[in-house]
């Protein structure tokens, strides 16, 4: 089985959100780098069946050079080769045209992207890959068991969970649940040194317009300081919520 | 231009057993909004609902009704054939969903089919019609986003409690429409789903419980706030992590995402991933017995006590609230 597992280069949670160029683009000083959270239980998943079952397991990104230390570091997690798309991340559907290119040209069985990344939060590339390559798709992921071409997943759905059967090519959009967080693997020296002599591939992009354009951002107002409620007066705190806030 | 001209606009409104979810009429009033901004009308379409007639208060002209025993249980592929087949019949240009599992699981298939911008999460009705112009949480809830879509035909999802109901003194005519569905690609084997109790995705308030509360056999007093104000329950990561509570009720970065009118927290300190995953709600009440947790600096409203006497006095004056009302 071969496994294309898109890996998106996201800011820590932890990180300072700041915007420059006149609020247009995300200002990257001094921002640490990650693997995006969902993209990592995909990737876990993906070590389980190269260990279990000998898949093949591939990493790929759309994005410039600055995004090669977050795929070299999928290849010391275990990951066999990396990709990455030569061309800035703009927007959800000009990336997801980009790496169902790949995912096509490559015969990959399965593809596990992420939900939704944590800094666009767009959720929607997962399906247009599958839309792209006609492979069948299964969102908010939280389980897969592959035998041969079939393949057994569970959906989370609002309000409890789901069973489905499927087959081979599919994309599934993964999330925590596909491995636990205490499943997941801190890159150890060996693997830091092995993932130095594995193959990182570039390629030129494909043609693909941005479909849309991000025009502005703005970060909330500041809120204002919190209400205090003694623990005694709890009459006050049901009035607040009936009178002032009006969400009672 | 005459009404006729402009394209109508389609909205995909959602039913559970053929009864309507209340996010269905939000985002048939989102729909009326933009319908208004490009002067045009707005067409329903539904699958496998029973009484279509309600949609007509909230602004909607027309209804697509779907009934096919295919699409029973909710499959995406299914559900985007009938709803792209449903805009290219009526040549629509912006369709409209909600921001549920099932329409964020639709939504890409369409967009890839329709070959449409998409937006997700949007919070507004469009500041601007040309170019389509719509604003978006990003950087998990730490940032908004205002986004352009360019293509011919776009596709808005409206976060959830965002928009609101709009009720408007109309009636929709329906006909019924026959999409043509192809091999489903997935099937459903078995659905797992508490059919008693509001799910967070769909609930206006949400009741949260963190580590604070020592242990699953405490969690009744959260179960019963919940019940007294008509809630979805929800947990913090610990939590599910200890397996005080299904995976399913934990909110925040890597959980489920929260945007309800009021969300409280008890018990629960307010880790920044945590807060990402609710920042989106209205408002928030938390209840600490530590005055320095990280959650005061993010909330409304706060009370600073034991919850295990605070819980069970705050359900006392809402149940007595409630009585008055």
Request: glycine content about 8%; charged content about 20%.
């Amino acid at each position: 089985m071969k496994i294309l597992v898109c890996i998106s280069h996201v800011p820590d949670t932890t990180s300072k959100i700041n915007f420059t160029e006149g609020d247009t683009k995300f200002d990257t000083t001094g921002v640490q780098f990650v693997i995006n959270p969902n993209d990592e239980f995909g990737l876990t998943r993906a070590m389980w069946f190269k260990e279990k079952q000998g898949a093949n397991v591939t990493v790929i990104n759309v994005g410039g050079a600055e995004t090669e230390p977050t795929l070299r570091k999928a290849l010391a997690i275990g990951a066999d080769a990396a990709i990455r798309v030569n061309t800035a991340a703009t927007d959800g559907f000009s990336v997801a045209k980009q790496l169902a290119h790949v995912a096509k040209d490559g015969g990959y069985d399965l593809v596990i992207a992420g939900r939704e990344s944590i800094d666009y939060n767009g959720g929607m590339v997962p399906g247009m890959i599958a839309g792209l390559i006609n492979a069948n798709f299964v969102n908010n992921c939280i389980n897969l068991e592959v035998d041969g071409n079939k393949a057994t997943a569970i959906r989370e759905i609002d309000g409890g969970k789901e069973t489905v059967s499927t087959s081979l090519p599919l994309v599934i959009g993964g999330q925590k649940g596909l491995v636990e967080e205490s499943d997941l693997r801190i890159p150890n020296m060996r693997g830091i040194m092995m993932a130095r002599q594995k193959p990182l591939t570039v390629l030129d992009p494909v043609d693909a317009n941005n479909e849309t354009s991000s025009v502005k951002f703005e970060k909330p107002a500041p809120k204002g300081a919190v209400k205090l409620v003694s623990p005694d007066n709890l009459d006050e705190l049901v009035s607040l919520l009936h009178n002032e806030a009006k969400v009672i | 231009m005459t009404k006729e001209k402009i394209m109508s606009v389609l909205v995909y409104t959602e039913s559970e057993q053929g009864k309507f979810k209340k996010i269905a009429f939000e985002v048939a009033s989102y729909a009326k909004a933009v319908a208004d901004q490009l002067g045009t009308t707005v067409t329903a379409i539904t699958i496998n609902a029973n009484d279509v007639s309600e949609l007509g208060n909230y602004g909607v002209d027309k209804v697509l009704k779907v009934s096919n025993p295919q699409l029973d249980a909710f499959n995406a592929k299914g559900y985007t054939e009938a709803i792209q087949q449903a805009a290219e019949k009526e040549g629509t240009k912006v369709v409209v969903l909600s921001s549920s599992a099932n329409s964020k699981y639709v939504a890409p298939l369409l967009a890839v089919g329709l070959n449409a911008g998409y937006a997700s999460n949007v919070i507004e009705a469009p500041s601007s019609t040309s170019p389509f112009t719509v604003k978006r949480p990003a950087f998990t809830n730490k940032a908004f986003e205002t986004l352009t879509i360019n293509t011919d035909v776009k596709i808005v999802g409206v976060s959830n409690n965002s928009f609101g109901l709009v009720e408007k003194s109309g009636s929709a005519s329906a006909e019924d429409f026959s999409p043509t569905i192809s091999d489903l690609g997935v099937k459903v084997e078995s659905v797992d789903k508490a059919s008693n109790k509001v799910s967070i995705a769909d609930a206006e308030i949400v009741v949260s419980g963190g580590r604070g509360l020592k242990g699953p056999e405490n969690w009744g007093m959260i179960e019963e706030l919940a019940s007294v104000l008509g809630a979805a329950t929800a947990c913090s990561k610990p939590v599910s992590d200890l397996g005080w509570r299904p995976h399913g009720e934990h909110v925040g970065q890597t959980g489920k995402p929260v945007a309800a009118n009021l969300y409280i927290a008890i018990g629960i300190s307010g880790a920044i991933q945590h807060l990402a995953g609710i920042n989106a709600s209205k408002v928030k009440v938390v209840i600490n017995s530590d005055p320095e947790a990280p959650f005061f600096k993010a909330a409304d409203y706060g009370v600073v006590g034991d919850a295990f006497t605070v819980v069970p006095e705050l359900i006392e004056k809402l149940k007595a609230f409630k009585a008055q009302q």
